[in-house]
């Protein structure tokens, strides 16, 4: 849609369109009170996308990195995620939000990781990734996002069905 020459507001139309928003959500440009939406930023396309999308639908944006794992991969001894966070603050700069990070690595090791370890031990497929949002991402990080944050609504990258919670 860039490079179709349309205008920016009708690209964004065309890739977000507010009918495939939740019609509990107030209209952001009508309420009195602007919406306040928590977004997960990984430093990867999705969540950046996300991002910038509910920025520019006039949406009030708290950009959030959630900072799960503190370890440098054994093989390069590198850990990926200095630079998923400076990627993040990247996206965060060019909308003109600070990114708030949060530290869950403790939590992470503890509900996360060591029970995917204990699975793979005793001969399962562990799904680390369900752990994570059960424990960390859905729980932890949601109410912090709705009551310190501030947040009257919580946004990822990730696709999903909308419902209450």
Known sequence: FVSSGLPREEWIEKLFPLSILNPALPSCRSARKRVRVVVGVSGGVDSAVSLYALHFLGFDVVPVFMRNWDLPNEETL????????????RVCNAIGKK?????????????????????????GT?????FCNTYVKFDSFRREALQRLGGDFLATGHYCRIGEM
């Open 78 to 89: 590198q850990c990926p995620e200095p630079q998923d966070m400076h990627d993040a603050e």
């Open 99 to 123: 990114l708030v990070v949060l530290d869950y690595v403790k939590q992470y090791w503890n509900s996360v990781f060591s029970p995917a370890l204990n699975v793979w031990k005793e001969g």
């Open 126 to 130: 562990p799904n680390p990734d369900v």
